[in-house]
């Protein structure tokens, strides 16, 4: 199966917002509202930002947020700070009951 | 202090095999599915495979099946990747992964390096 579609980056000011996409089809991203993101730093394992679409796990700033549209999910990242910089994975569950991962947008904070 | 760790990557020649095991604490391992999820060097994160809970049901990606097999001991709170037929592309970081419809806990990674 395909990796999700992913910009390969995208950058922003620190205090701008940001939209990263993450599109699949039917049978993923659509089928269920089981969308995640993933924030990994250079050299270190990923970290979960969001959960369910939507959800934020306790911990995660409140300046992240996830939504999805159809076959695509977005994850927004708002009052940008220098240490937001780093790549994002998107992932969602599949029909197969298997997960897939977008494959990766490196943010860059100007 | 929930924690995973993982262990036994290593170098290893095309057509050999590996064990990973991954030692989980903190938790209740037995209540979770767990993953292990891999990272080529300088790409992006691929899951590799998973096992639910009770260890009756497995899934692998296609480029891996026939190959690896996942298991877990819950009495020993160990999960555990056997790599048979190992291949160039199969080095990566391994990351050994809690949960089911996302991913919320994760190891710091084993290191596998297919290469003659």
């Known amino acids: 199966q395909s990796a999700l579609t992913q910009p390969a980056s995208v950058s922003g000011s620190p205090g701008q917002s940001i939209t990263i996409s993450c599109t699949g089809t039917s049978s993923d991203v659509g089928a269920y509202n089981y969308v995640s993101w993933y924030q990994q730093h250079p050299g270190e394992a990923p970290k979960l930002m969001i959960f369910d679409v939507s959800n934020r796990p306790s911990g995660v700033s409140d300046r992240f947020s996830g939504s999805k549209s159809g076959n695509t999910a977005s994850l927004t990242i708002s009052g940008l700070q220098a240490e937001d910089e780093a790549d994002y994975y998107c992932?969602?569950?599949?029909?197969?009951?298997?997960?897939?991962f977008g494959g990766g947008t490196k943010l860059t904070v100007l | 202090e929930v924690q995973l760790v993982e262990s036994g990557g290593g170098l290893v020649q095309p057509g050999g095999s590996l064990r990973l095991s991954c030692a989980a604490s903190g938790f209740t391992f037995t209540r979770y599915w767990m993953h292990w999820v891999r990272q080529a060097p300088g790409k992006g994160l691929v899951w590799v495979s998973r096992i639910i809970s009770d260890a009756s049901s497995t899934s692998y990606a296609d480029s891996v099946k026939g190959r690896f097999t996942i298991s877990r001991d819950n009495a020993k709170n160990t999960l555990y990747l056997q790599m048979n037929s190992l291949r160039a592309e199969d080095t990566a970081v391994y990351y050994c992964?809690?949960?089911?419809?996302?991913?919320?806990?994760w190891g710091k990674g084993t290191t596998v390096t297919v290469s003659s």
């Open positions: 992932n969602s569950y599949t029909i197969s009951s298997t997960p897939l």
């Open positions: 992964v809690r949960n089911h419809y996302y991913m919320d806990v």
